[in-house]
């Protein structure tokens, strides 16, 4: 656990205790210890068209002690709360998967475990999040460091001065708590961030110093970009009023990474109101580009049953019902054929960066 | 047998082309009857001498099985020995065991005896025998079994068969020692005395046989295993090569009802049988001659046949011939007969079943069903099924003591083990071709899944159990003569997937019991644990200053409130089908399901092993004070606290609904289906 300078708060410990408090008094009153989870599901999401991202819903589940079913994930519960108490007392931060062996142990009198894998502590930790409307860094728990940043701006961070300039092509890998108490802001001149789903094309972008010669801000979060990357761009649009492009494959998976940023995700819905750029803009690849760009066919991957099913979801999306988007879906699965952005090299190693983002970026041609 | 005939006319001394070509005169000279004994010396695989460790096996199921069919027929509860001795060759030492390669095999029974002047032709001369020329059921059929066990020990060995029989206290015993003249197919006698013997009565055969003994499967000790399991009422000693003494007790008392002799049906014969029937008759006329000759067949239904087939009544059988008798065995073929009689039948029995699988298998569950009686092509035959579930609870807690904490990844020991299919035909063990068999195919088109027993497709089903299935047939269709595996025929399949039906559905129901008071054991358990744990985490959230003595207390309240409180400990009582009361695990019973299981007085007896008696005495008890007024006989095995457990509605229900055809029906057997609908 490393140690960071954390302002205590005493909100967030309160709230956790508050949860012992709630098994000590069902207790005295003789009832069935229950806490209410807001349920993280698309059936308790709903498209806000107005503010142009997703909200979570107030559906809850019940989760008690008394019933065989829930027992365990009640007792695992206030075990992590625990932990994250013990976090709060010391002024640490730790990852989620220390929080796991943290909190393993193998029961006594029997050879169960309380935890079997991490992928029983991971949804516990959120479910905490969301029941007791706490941030995951409020909590202190951090993500891996998923990202990396480089263009004309100047952090601070740690009390260190990071000019994201002068940090050659390997920029600065973006922490995943980045609030302003942790992470601020100096200077951005900047005039718009490019988010890319790829760390590959992230690194030739910045080989080729494009952000110099178009003066923006380059992000990856290497897939589906975590938190901290997420609210880095947030803060960038917000604060310095940047446009974001997202320049993705051409795959549902690619469309929904865009609509993460956009809108937030189903899973993390309560964190769209400081994660979510609804301005965000989809500049590629779009499954017109290989049309336009005269990517040949045999540069494209064929859908498989997994993609089509998937694209057929995002179809239904409500926040994928613009005409535009409807035709960007069907128009890739009438072609029956995904292209990544690793596919542009087919015509040269460096058209991403001296074809196809300049044109874009000057006929304007992206997707809302 | 068939001799080569070649073909007429290939044969010309002035081809050019083969100067050794012969001619017809020469090949009609080298042409000649081919002895049985010399046909089966060359393919002595067919009746199962293929190799020496096999071998060794037939001999002894040859010699067990000949004692066995003789004691029953004569009346007389078995007693055998089987004994296995290394033979030294020449004049080295003696080899172990288990690299010898020769052996002497010696078995001994209290049966009958055998006619002095019979001996020598019962055991050098093939195809003679009792049993063939009648439709009764017995192990063996076609009277080649011991004198090609003899043959083959001739074969390999040069000795001779050694035979003491005595047919009473009274009667002098015989030795003989006989070897077969394999051209003739006629014994020769070697040495025949009168000798002291301290049996009473009985027979005693020792053969001399190249052969290997190997543990393991299809092994001389598997197939007395589960022939102790299929012939409860046997006691059977059995003195392996490597010295030691294994006795299987007899854990049933009654010997199996004896069959009767049947005539043919006519459904099960075919036209070169009717011809020859007919040919054979003693009857004068030719309907008497098909109400006599075959069952199920009066007079009236013989004079309509003959009728039919538009042939008069009063024929001589023996002028029924050609056309006409094919006519009439068709109209035969095409009358409704009422299946043929099933008293010459000999099922196990469901009781004999259970005593058998329970006093070799240890488990927790135990069924047996017999089937209805049943025919195919003629031939009435009864199968029967049975199942032992589950590890002995002594296999059972020995890992848990040394279970250490789970690492993430590994997993408690699953039973990943698949279920073992024992088959038997009129009492004998199958232990070869087991695939190619009815029983075992019939085992895979079983869906166990709907029985909570997991199998994957086409596999036997997973979990620690053992299938038993019998054919008790006057005549059993084997697939080959060394009556390996049971052909297929539709009927067959059909009876021994309803049995293997039944039992699944029993099983099911067991299994769902014992997973509901497991579960609620485990209700109980999991709250116990957890209980602890958030006391504890509640403490340190609350920084170590709560009263945790008093919160474990009051959550403690709750927890038995949710769980029913004392009214579940009392279910629960003694089960312990959870993890933690394993000691008590044991429920060995077919759970009020089948009232049809081994008196307790039969178990008491003669279950050997010391540690089965305090649970024996438990059963014992059960039956006199929960159902006083019957006679214990066809109780539930009731274990212990297994009662508790059983005792929610169904059970008491289930008992006396199923009593009732019990007393008033047979005996034993068939009465278990009345229980079966209810599930």
């Given at each position: 656990m490393a140690k960071t300078k954390i302002t205590r708060n005493g909100a967030v410990e309160k709230k956790l205790i508050g949860l012992a408090d709630l098994v000590i008094t069902a207790a005295q009153r003789a009832k069935d210890p229950t806490m209410a989870i807001p349920i993280r599901a698309l059936s308790n999401v709903t498209f806000n068209e107005r503010k142009g991202l997703l909200e979570m819903g107030d559906k809850k589940q019940a989760r008690s002690f008394f019933n065989v079913g829930m027992a365990k994930k009640f007792m695992q519960t206030i075990l992590v709360a625990d932990a994250l108490s013990e976090l709060q007392r010391a002024e640490l931060t730790t990852s989620l998967r220390e929080i796991y062996y943290r909190t393993k142990h193998t029961i006594q009198d029997s050879?169960?475990?309380?935890?079997?894998?991490?992928d029983e502590s991971d949804p516990i930790i959120e479910d905490l999040e969301v029941s007791l409307t706490a941030l995951r860094e409020e909590l202190h728990v951090r993500a891996e460091n998923g990202g990396s940043i480089v263009g004309p701006l100047v952090l601070g961070d740690d009390g260190d001065r990071v000019d994201?300039?002068?940090?050659?092509?390997?920029g600065y890998s973006v922490p995943s708590i980045v609030e302003p108490e942790y992470?601020?802001?100096?200077r951005c001149t900047a005039d718009f961030v490019l988010l890319v789903e790829k760390g590959t094309q992230w690194n030739r972008l910045s080989e080729d110093k494009f952000w110099r010669r178009y003066n923006c801000v380059l992000l990856t979060?290497?897939?589906?970009?975590?938190r901290g990357v997420r609210r880095l761009a947030r803060r960038l649009h917000e604060e310095y009023k940047l446009p974001v492009y997202v320049l993705v494959d051409n795959d549902p998976w690619g469309y929904y990474i865009y609509s993460v940023v956009k809108q937030g995700s189903i899973n993390l819905a309560f964190e769209s109101q400081r994660m979510?750029?609804?301005?965000?803009?989809?500049?590629?690849?779009?499954?017109?580009d290989p049309e336009r760009y005269e990517l040949?066919?045999?540069v494209g991957i064929k859908l498989n049953e997994k993609d089509i099913a998937r694209a057929k979801e995002l179809l239904n999306y409500q926040w994928f019902q613009k005409p535009a988007w409807q035709a960007e879906i069907k128009r890739m699965l009438a072609s029956g054929l995904k292209y990544e952005?690793?596919?542009?090299?087919?015509?040269?190693?460096?058209y991403l960066t001296k074809k196809y983002l300049p044109r874009k970026l000057k006929e304007k041609d992206w997707l809302d | 047998m068939a001799t080569h005939k070649p073909p007429?006319?290939?044969?010309?001394?002035?081809?050019?082309?083969?100067?050794s070509a012969v001619t017809a005169v020469e090949m009609g000279a080298r042409q000649r009857e081919i002895s049985i004994s010399e046909f089966f010396t060359k393919n002595r695989h067919l009746l199962g001498f293929d190799n020496p460790r096999k071998a060794l096996l037939t001999c002894v199921k040859e010699a067990v099985d000949n004692a066995l069919d003789a004691c029953e027929e004569a009346g007389i509860l078995p007693d055998v020995t089987v004994q296995l001795e290394v033979v030294a060759i020449g004049s080295s030492a003696a080899p172990s065991a288990s690299q010898a390669t020769r052996f002497r095999v010696t078995v001994v029974d209290n049966g009958p005896g055998i006619v002095r002047q019979q001996i020598p032709r019962i055991f050098?001369?093939?195809?003679?025998?009792?049993?063939?020329?009648?439709l009764r059921m017995s192990r063996?059929?076609?009277?080649i079994g011991i004198s090609a066990a003899g043959m083959y020990g001739q074969l390999t060995t040069g000795k001779p068969v050694k035979i003491i029989s005595r047919t009473g206290p009274k009667a002098p015993a015989h030795y003989f020692e006989v070897q077969i003249d394999?051209?003739?197919?006629e014994p020769l006698i070697h040495e025949n005395k009168q000798i002291e013997w301290d049996q009473p009565r009985g027979t005693q055969v020792a053969i001399e046989v190249e052969g290997r003994y190997q543990k393991g499967r299809a092994s001389v000790d598997e197939y007395l295993d589960q022939t102790s399991i299929a012939n409860p009422h046997v006691r059977l000693i059995y003195r392996t090569p490597e010295g030691e003494t294994k006795e299987y007790p007899?854990?049933?008392?009654?010997?199996p009802p004896s069959p009767k002799e049947i005539k043919p049906h006519p459904?099960?014969?075919e036209f070169g049988m009717l011809l020859r029937m007919l040919q054979d008759?003693?009857?004068?006329t030719l309907s008497d001659c098909l109400s006599s000759d075959f069952?199920?067949?009066t007079p009236v239904l013989a004079e309509e046949m003959c009728k039919a087939a538009k042939v008069?009544?009063?024929?001589?059988p023996r002028d029924v011939r050609g056309p006409i008798a094919e006519t009439l065995y068709h109209t035969i073929q095409a009358t409704k007969i009422m299946a043929p009689?099933?008293?010459c039948l000999s099922p196990i029995g469901e009781k004999a079943i259970l005593s058998g699988l329970y006093k070799q298998i240890k488990g927790e569950f135990y069924t047996a069903v017999s089937r209805p009686p049943s025919v195919y092509r003629g031939n009435p035959f009864i199968i029967e099924a049975g199942l032992a579930f589950g590890q002995a609870p002594d296999r059972v807690t020995k890992p848990d003591k040394l279970t250490q904490p789970l690492a993430e990844g590994e997993q408690e020991e699953g039973g990943s083990e698949l279920a073992r299919v024992i088959r038997y035909a009129n009492r004998v063990p199958l232990l070869y071709q087991q695939s190619a068999c009815a029983a075992f195919k019939a085992v895979l088109a079983t869906t166990w899944r709907n029985y909570g027993i997991s199998q994957s497709r086409g596999a036997l089903p997973a979990g620690p159990m053992v299938i038993f299935v019998h054919i008790a047939s006057v005549w059993v269709p084997f697939t080959s003569e060394s009556k390996e595996a049971i052909a297929e025929y539709d009927e067959i399949h059909k009876e021994i997937t309803l049995a293997l039906r039944e039992c699944g559905r029993r099983l099911g129901l067991f299994l769902r019991r014992r997973e509901r008071a497991a579960s609620e054991f485990r209700r109980r358990n999991i709250f116990e644990l957890y209980i602890e744990e958030v006391v504890e985490a509640c403490n340190r959230l609350k920084?170590?200053?709560?009263p945790t003595a008093k919160l474990k207390a009051q959550l403690q309240k709750i927890a038995s409130s949710r769980t029913g409180g004392i009214k579940t400990d009392e279910t629960l009582g003694k089960t312990g089908a959870g993890p933690e009361g394993l000691p008590h695990s044991?429920?060995?019973?077919?759970?009020?399901?089948?009232?049809?299981?081994?008196?307790t007085t039969d178990l008491t007896d003669s279950?050997?092993?010391?540690?089965d008696v305090p649970e024996e005495i438990g059963i014992r008890e059960k039956p006199d004070s929960s159902k006083?007024?019957?006679?214990?006989?066809?109780?539930t095995r009731l274990m212990k606290k297994e009662n508790s457990q059983a005792a929610p509605p169904p059970s008491p229900q289930k008992k006396t609904s199923s009593s009732r055809p019990q007393a008033g029906s047979?005996?034993?057997?068939?009465?278990?289906r009345p229980t079966g609908k209810k599930q």
């Open positions: 050879h169960e475990n309380t935890f079997d894998t991490q994201c300039a002068k940090l050659g092509k390997g992470v601020e802001i100096r979060g290497n897939g589906q970009p975590p979510a750029i609804p301005k965000a803009k989809f500049i590629g690849l779009s499954s017109a040949p066919r045999n952005l690793d596919a542009l090299a087919n015509k040269d190693f460096q | 007429a006319s290939t044969s010309k001394k002035t081809d050019p082309r083969s100067a050098a001369k093939l195809l003679y025998g009792s049993k063939f020329h009648r063996g059929q076609q009277g394999t051209k003739k197919n007899r854990a049933y008392h009654e010997l459904y099960g014969i008759s003693k009857s004068q069952c199920r067949v008069s009544p009063k024929a001589k009689p099933t008293n920084g170590g200053k709560l044991i429920i060995v019973t077919a759970e009020g399901i089948d009232g049809d299981v081994p008196p279950l050997a092993p010391p540690s006083s007024g019957r006679k214990p006989v066809g109780k047979a005996k034993r057997g068939r009465k278990v």
